[in-house]
């Protein structure tokens, strides 16, 4: 088999010479047009399919640039799911996947393996199985691979460009179309396990499938996987982001360091575990430290025992650098780096055949994702602690004596800042089952006319249960104490109010961390919640195909066909999420419809073919009407639109290939995003009125939502050198524009902080401040607001070396150049191409340049590959200007102490050995390192601790190994 690689004409020689550099170590599974004959192992697997990226199989080379990711790939780098193989492929981000906890809660689902072509979000990437569509898994409207067994995988094709008029919405990025092997004859076995070398992320895998004839025209094959991985703890469980390497925000008006300061040793200023007393903010105003009083900056022993903190070298609201609690992070808690997941799917297929002309399938697919994960802890930088509280530690220094000091000062109250560890985990526990059935007839009509239709019946439940949830006020009510008779009681039981009573509330001691002492408040103010969504999908389907005519140079072939969809999700949650009244992990009521009714025409036209300078002249086109048809929540719509796609084929001489191809593409918002959830969540921002604080988000659906509307242009040329040395070359490069009007999105809350401080009303007018000017909320729902570019190159390098009686070598190459990737909102644009960091609040982005490599030497029955991956130094933020950058200075709201983040390279390596058994049988042992020299993460803030785990990964030198059986 092939994959179609592609790389980038900007930088010319100088990443041209890296690229031939690493063609000595690139991959022996390569993917490749329809056209060009195979030069790997995997050219089995690609023999039986036309790989055209179209519904024409007539063996038109398509202009769309269309890759294949064969069984041999996931073999070759002992891989037991087929989203994983994709993600090393650069044209994909790998941003939803058991180690992707930046992202993966926010949506609701959790370990989930969901392909994201081009960095577009996972959302405009069509998956579908042998062509057909998969029902969702998420209430995005995504599908999880992880409800398809690997084991039956045959081929995945990936069309990497818009491909909506020939496949439908979702298609904006383009199409990933999972092959399974229908054909199997007898047992395949596979199991495998890994483990890190900390002990950890340990994965064992079992896969085990049978396929053969029960007549003369049935064939059944039947499959299954069982994985059950341990994930990997939080921030703490790596050496590296033990660093603490966070982002320091300056305080307001100080103008002698930068506005934000990427730095080791960052730590909680105001939220310690045991507590603090807190400055108002106005001591903070023009300080690198904040000016304390006698009151400010007591700390306290865990049993409460009062002590003075041990302040950093400098401090804010939020951070200080230095100081005591070099250890847990309240806000980065229990956040897992990789998370614990269990999963299991199954799938039967049958196929018969009726008549001499005509065929009928079956397929039964389940599969179910257990996932864990965990929410915010609770923390709060300014509790009020009135001066009557009789939890207020006494001591007999009277510097640290804080009624003595409130007496003092005249003051009745002071603030105490703390994080909550001993309340405990908020635990999210998620699963997720999906079943479908797909029966299908097929047939020929005489000639080269024919025909197929399908029925499909898909269903997903999915449930999360929120264990130790905290009720906001509830806690806010135990919070503040004060006594009658002596004894402690909340203060709403207390006071001249009767309607605010709760004869439930335990007063809370917040002074040192006392769990035994709370347990009583801790079980008044903590809960379960849930979250349900249930989707049920169908879909009718039929297509009909053949040639109408012949021209000199080949038949004009046409496709036609209609599709009816209606995907229905329902879903339901608790009380307190009804009323978002959970400080995190808030559920919400969903429930909607989305009925679709489409139709569509693909033609082919040979206009040359084996004459001088044209052995091929050809032109394809589509195009595509479809009604959209909405409801839920009270608000009803329907929308019409139409995509059409153009594109042409030259191949002068049989060893060069021109292609290209322009396209409309649409991508129809989900149920989700019109009728879905109302959420609630915290996040760390950095104002540029007020400095670093928490606020509120608010983040949800919008039922007016329209299309996103995308132009895709795609224009490429494929190498195939015809006989001698380079007859076993194979080579691509194709460049890509894609530009989304509309595009549905969330602005990011630090975004609207950034553009409101720019300028932008509409911003502002999402920030709610408290009567100090503080930002307390943000509200970020989804909007048409956004318009999305990128433009690249991709680049494919194919070559197979003999070696005589040494065996063989095969090389591969795979690269991806990011000429831009830019967000224009209402104040500008903003290009991401070369981010390479990940910032809470703010899009991710791509880095400009990835190289995918890979070697393998085959001799006899031994095969030792080197695989090698390479990521491009980049920048942390696109908003950031660093020192060694144009436009920096230091008294300006962007200024960073720095904003590179240095590149990395992956080596992973791998031995296989196979034994054969009998006459068709064999056994093949495996064992393999990856990241052999144990290469971290860049050291820059992430979302959730230090460092991307989207781009580099995080485990560390991992180790695997397993055994496969075909009998």
């Not at 207020?392 to 000062?409: K, N, V």
């Not at 509120?696 to 040329?717: C, D, M, R, W, Y």
């Not at 490599?853 to 933020?877: D, E, M, P």
Request: aromatic share 8%; net charge neutral; with cysteine.
């Amino acid at each position: 088999m092939s994959l179609t690689v592609k790389v980038t004409l900007r930088q010319g020689v100088a990443q041209l010479a890296l690229g031939a550099a690493l063609v000595m170590l690139a991959a022996p599974t390569s993917a490749q047009n329809a056209a060009q004959p195979a030069a790997t192992p995997d050219a089995a697997d690609a023999a039986e399919i036309v790989v055209t990226g179209s519904r024409l199989a007539t063996g038109f080379s398509s202009p769309t640039p269309v890759a294949v990711v064969g069984a041999a790939r996931l073999e070759q780098r002992g891989i037991t799911n087929v989203a994983d193989a994709l993600n090393e492929v650069p044209s994909f981000r790998a941003s939803n996947t058991p180690a992707s906890g930046e992202l993966a809660p926010t949506a609701g689902y959790i370990g989930g393996r969901i392909l994201d072509l081009r960095g577009l979000g996972a959302v405009r990437t069509l998956t579908q199985v042998d062509s057909m569509r998969f029902v969702p898994s998420t209430t995005q409207a995504t599908v999880d691979t992880n409800m398809i067994p690997s084991i039956l995988l045959s081929q995945a094709e990936v069309v990497t460009g818009g491909a909506s008029a020939q496949y439908g919405s979702d298609a904006v990025a383009g199409v990933v179309n999972l092959r399974l092997n229908h054909k199997l004859n007898g047992f395949k076995f596979s199991g495998t396990s890994s483990i890190t070398r900390y002990g950890d992320n340990s994965d064992p895998v079992i896969g085990l499938a049978w396929g053969g004839k029960l007549s003369d025209t049935v064939h059944v094959v039947i499959g299954g996987e069982y994985e059950h991985d341990a994930g990997v703890g939080d921030c703490q469980s790596r050496a590296f982001c033990r660093t603490n390497t966070l982002n320091f925000g300056r305080n307001p008006g100080v103008t002698n360091m930068p506005a934000n300061n990427i730095l080791s040793g960052i730590t909680p200023s105001t939220v310690p575990f045991n507590g603090v007393t807190t400055p108002p903010a106005s001591a903070y105003t023009g300080k690198n430290f904040p000016t304390l009083r006698p009151i400010d900056g007591i700390t306290f022993s865990p049993d409460g025992t009062p002590r003075r903190f041990q302040y950093g070298t400098i401090s804010n609201n939020l951070y200080m650098q230095g100081g005591e609690g070099q250890s847990d992070n309240i806000y980065f808690k229990d956040l897992y780096i990789v998370a614990p997941t269990e999963r299991y799917a199954i799938t039967g297929m049958l196929d018969w055949d009726v008549t001499p002309s005509i065929k009928a399938s079956a397929m039964v697919n389940y599969g179910h994702l257990r996932a864990e994960y965990t929410a915010q802890y609770y923390r709060n930088t300014a509790i009020t602690i009135r001066s009557d509280n009789p939890f207020i530690p006494r001591s007999a220094d009277p510097t640290l004596d804080i009624p003595t000091l409130l007496a003092q000062s005249g003051l009745t109250s002071f603030t105490l800042g703390k994080g909550f560890p001993e309340i405990g985990r908020t635990g999210l526990v998620t699963n997720d089952d999906v079943i479908r059935g797909v029966a299908k007839l097929s047939g020929a009509l005489g000639g080269s006319w024919s025909w197929d239709a399908y029925y499909q019946y898909g269903h997903n439940k999915f449930r999360e249960d929120v264990n130790h949830a905290i009720v906001a006020s509830k806690i806010t009510n135990a919070l503040d104490a004060t006594s009658v008779n002596g004894v402690a009681i909340c203060r709403i039981n207390a006071d001249a109010n009767p309607n605010n009573d709760d004869a439930a509330c335990v007063p809370y001691d917040p002074f040192g961390q006392k769990a035994a002492k709370n347990a009583a408040s801790i079980a008044y103010f903590t809960t379960n919640a849930f979250q349900t969504a249930v989707t049920n999908e169908h879909v009718v389907a039929a297509n009909l195909k053949g040639n109408l005519f012949n021209l000199p140079a080949g038949p004009v072939a046409i496709a036609v066909g209609g599709e009816f969809r209606s995907d229905k999700i329902a879903g339901d949650t608790d009380a307190n999420s009804k009323r978002l009244a959970l400080y995190s992990a808030n559920g919400s009521i969903i429930s909607g419809q989305i009925q679709v009714a489409e139709g569509y025409v693909e033609g082919e036209v040979p206009i040359l073919k084996d004459v001088p300078f044209f052995d091929e002249l050809s032109a394809n086109g589509a195009v595509r009407r479809t009604h959209y048809k909405r409801s839920g929540t009270g608000n009803d719509s329907s929308v019409n639109v139409t995509t059409w796609k153009v594109g042409g084929v030259w191949e002068p001489i049989p060893a060069i290939r021109f292609r290209a191809t322009k396209s409309r593409d649409i991508r129809a918002p989900n149920i989700s995003e019109l009728f879905g959830p109302t959420t609630l969540s915290s996040g760390i921002v950095s104002d540029p009125v007020k400095g670093q604080t928490v606020v509120n988000i608010h983040s949800g659906s919008n039922p007016n939502l329209k299309p996103e509307q995308a132009n895709t242009f795609t224009a490429g040329v494929v190498l195939k050198p015809q006989g001698g040395i380079l007859g076993r070359f194979r080579g691509s490069v194709d460049w890509y524009d894609i530009n989304i009007k509309d595009a549905i999105s969330t602005l990011g809350q630090q975004n609207i902080l950034t553009r409101c401080f720019q300028g932008d009303a509409v911003s502002c007018s999402l920030i709610v401040r408290d009567s100090n000017g503080f930002a307390t909320d943000v509200t970020d729902v989804l909007q048409n607001v956004n318009r999305l570019i990128t433009r690249g190159i991709d680049f494919e390098v194919d070559y197979r070396q003999p070696l005589q009686q040494y065996g063989s070598l095969d090389f591969r190459i795979l690269a991806n150049y990011v000429k831009d990737f830019i967000t224009v909102d209402a104040v500008g644009s903003t290009n991401r191409a070369g981010q390479t960091g990940l910032r809470g609040g703010t899009p991710p982005g791509l880095p400009d340049w990835q190289v995918d490599g890979l070697v393998a030497w085959n001799y006899q029955r031994l095969t030792l590959s080197t695989h090698i991956k390479w990521i491009n130094k980049g920048f942390y933020n696109a908003a950031f200007v660093g020192p060694d950058q144009a436009g920096y200075n230091i008294t300006l709201t962007n200024s960073s102490s720095t904003n590179s983040v240095p590149s990395r390279t992956y080596v992973d390596l791998m031995a296989q050995y196979r034994l054969p058994f009998g006459s068709s049988h064999d056994m093949t042992t495996f064992i393999g390192v990856d990241n052999v020299f144990n290469t971290t993460p860049p050291l820059n803030p992430g979302s959730h601790g230090t460092g991307n785990d989207i781009l580099f990964s995080p485990l560390g030198t991992t180790f695997k190994f397993g055994v496969r059986i075909n009998y």
